[in-house]
């Protein structure tokens, strides 16, 4: 979660207080406005509380309309009922709530079995609150792996971890925090993730592992995995090194699957020890859910498990968070439940199929050239035509947020800073009437754009919602 400071000045605007919240006489209802950024005196009405609360968050964005997230912004309401009958179990309890538990395990189950472990039943895997814990875990993993067969050199070395540079930002966070080196493949040209010979290239004796994307956050394209593992059998057969792999398939895990069924990438390749998704993303799961799973309990060191004796049972537990709510976890194990296979083979190629198709519509208006075309993730990415110098991407998506659609803009990282693309998030709920209104809406603005003298954003940084 992001950092914040206390109020850095008095309120100078406290919260007004409509007397007709109160109760059913509006004056007696009539209450004093309470403060901002500090508990007020004393308590008020519940349904004063919800309307000043409720009033304030209608200044947020729709997240229907927000084309940044991968997040999942709709659920079926028969998940919201379970959501809201679990909310208050505590997911680490598992003594407590033991069927929860068991749908847990049961999910870890279907995950390795989705992403073809060699003996499901000898996979290992448990929840998170989001891939972000996830990528932590399997990184923790990797390393104490790395320290044990390093004993005799650690902590004098300093371990290093070998990715591209179009990561998600967790793994940086992961390098900060549990102090590893963070070896980063540029991007070059028109190849906008990891070069597995670059990365094999990038790999010695302290390497920890290399952390292949299955689908890229800047443009939606899958990382070649299968050809990442090729390229580090061909360096343990000059070296030695024996490099094993985590692929981090926070979006893609839970698209090629039902997809891309002849895409190698998962457990089939000997070199991928642990792979991680989000169960909030294409997982079709309301945040937060991720979850992690190692080929086999060899890849997960023991020492690492914690067994808790918690309220009278023997919890054996990988977790960086302790406490949280059980509902998304319920909510993952009725999802697989109502769509199986081809549920969310129907589910996803609708997705693809709307991101692909408008796509070819943006392609289509002249101002603008694709990057990617959405036929890996359903997500495309897009930069304005070398011929238009009216307008810029931030432009673009500025003037979009006036019609309440959240268009995120963004300049590419080192080696390819010249490119600055907007990108197109479609998901479960991104119907083709809600593309069509998108789609309407740019071409509206076009002529507007094509008028200006240049480019008007100034500050590009506040110009787009978009963060990794």
Known sequence: MPLHQGQQKPDAHPHSVNPLYGEANPVSGMVQAPPKHRLPDGPLPPT??????????????????NLATFVTTWMEPQAGVLMAECRDKNMIDKDEYPRTAELERRCV???????????????????TTGSSEACMLAGMALKRRWTQRNADRYPGARPNLVMGVNVQVCWEKFCNFWEVEARQIPMEGDRFHLDPEA??????????????????????????????????????ERTGLDIPVHVDGASGAMIAPFLDEDLVWDFRLPRVSSINTSGHKYGLVYPGVGWALWRTAAELPEELVFRVNY???????????????GAQVVAQYYTFLR?????YRAVQQTTRDVARALA????????FRLITRGDELPVFAFTTAP??????VFDVSRRMRE?????????FPENREDLSVLRVVCRNGFSSDLADLFIEDLTRLLPELRRQPHPLTHDKEAATAFHH
């Open 199 to 236: 990365a094999a290239a990038l790999c010695d004796e302290n390497t920890i592992g290399v952390v292949g994307i299955l689908g890229s956050t800047f443009d939606g394209s899958y990382e070649p995995i299968e050809e990442l593992c090729a390229a580090l059998d061909r360096l343990q």
């Open 403 to 411: 019609t309440g659609w959240l268009l995120p803009a963004y300049t």
């Open 387 to 392: 011929e238009v110098t009216a307008f810029d």
């Open 311 to 325: 309220l009278g049972g023997d919890m054996p537990t990988f977790a960086l968070n302790f406490s949280r709510p």
């Open 339 to 343: 769509l199986g296979r081809e549920g």
């Open 109 to 127: 189950s279907m995950l390795a079995d989705l992403w073809n472990a060699p003996d499901p039943s000898a996979a290992v895997g448990c929840s």
């Open 48 to 65: 004063t509380a919800l309307q000043l609360v409720h009033d304030e968050l209608m200044l947020d964005g729709n997240s229907r309309l």
């Open 360 to 367: 070819e519509r943006v392609d289509c208006l002249g101002d």
